[in-house]
C-alpha cells in the first residue's frame, strides 16, 4: 500500500502562513486530496487533485504538489483552522489516508 | 443540497454481525460511486471498498475482503455496508462518502462499538 507520511502536529499564531507536508512512498501523479477534521466532525474536502480547491473553501487555502511530494498551505491562519488536516492519495490501490497533522491557533 | 444520512450508533457482540445504511439525497443516487471508509483513534482513516450504484459492481480494499459487504438499493437512495464476524477491533466510526475527485461529500459516520 502506498504511505503517506505527515507530520503529527503544528502551533501557529493567527495571521501567519502554514504549510503541511505529506510524502508519499511511491508517485501518485497529482492524484492528491487534502481534507480537514474538526473533532467530533466529518472529514471535508478542501483541495482535489492536488491544487484544486474545493468550492465553498476560503481561497486562504491552496495545495501544490506532484509525484511523492505535497504541500497544503494556508495564509493566513485563523483561529477557525484548529484541526486535523489529512492528505489522500487516489493513484494507486487501495486508496489510502495519511496518519494526519493536528494544527493548533494559539 | 447534497446529503449523506447515516443510521444510528450500534452496540453490538463479537462474532456477530451489523448492517449500516446511508441514504442519499439532492443528487442522481446512480450517478457517483460511492464509498464506505473506517475511522479508528489507533490506525485513522482506512478506506474500506466503493460500489458503482447504478451497477452495484464493486472494489474492495484487500484488507477488508471477507469483513465488508457493499450494497445498494437503488429505489430508495441508499447504500448499506455490512460487517461480519465482529470483533472489537471493529470497533470504531465509520463513514459513507461520495466520490468525485476526492470524497466529496461525508455522511455524519456512524458508531460501531464490538463488546460483549
Known amino acids: 500500500d502506498t504511505v503517506l507520511t505527515q507530520s503529527p502536529a503544528l502551533a501557529v499564531s493567527p495571521g501567519e502562513r502554514v504549510t503541511i507536508s505529506c510524502r508519499a512512498s511511491e508517485s501518485v501523479s497529482t492524484l492528491m486530496h487534502w481534507y480537514q477534521q474538526k473533532p467530533g466532525q466529518q472529514p471535508t474536502l478542501l483541495i482535489y487533485l492536488a491544487s484544486n480547491l474545493e468550492s465553498g473553501v476560503p481561497a486562504r487555502f491552496s495545495g501544490s504538489g506532484s509525484g511523492t511530494d505535497f504541500t497544503l498551505t494556508i495564509d493566513p491562519v485563523e483561529a477557525d483552522d484548529t484541526a486535523t488536516y489529512y492528505c489522500q492519495q487516489s493513484w494507486n490501490d487501495p486508496f489510502t489516508f495519511g496518519s494526519g497533522t493536528k494544527l493548533e491557533i494559539k | 443540497q447534497v446529503q449523506l444520512q447515516q443510521s444510528g450508533a450500534e452496540l453490538v457482540k463479537p462474532g456477530t454481525s451489523v448492517k449500516l445504511s446511508c441514504k442519499a439525497s439532492?443528487?442522481?443516487?446512480?450517478?457517483?460511486?460511492m464509498n464506505w471508509i473506517k475511522q479508528t483513534t489507533g490506525q485513522g482513516l482506512e478506506w474500506i471498498g466503493i460500489?458503482?450504484?447504478?451497477?452495484?459492481?464493486?472494489s474492495y480494499n484487500v484488507k477488508f475482503k471477507g469483513k465488508a459487504t457493499l450494497t445498494v438499493d437503488k429505489s430508495s437512495s441508499t447504500a448499506f455496508m455490512q460487517l461480519s464476524s465482529l470483533t472489537p477491533e471493529d470497533s470504531a466510526v465509520y463513514y459513507c462518502?461520495?466520490?468525485?475527485?476526492?470524497?466529496?461529500?461525508w455522511g455524519q459516520g456512524t458508531l460501531v462499538t464490538v463488546s460483549s
Open positions: 460500489i458503482n450504484p447504478g451497477s452495484g459492481g464493486t
Open positions: 462518502a461520495r466520490w468525485h475527485e476526492g470524497f466529496a461529500y
Open positions: 439532492g443528487y442522481t443516487f446512480t450517478s457517483n460511486h
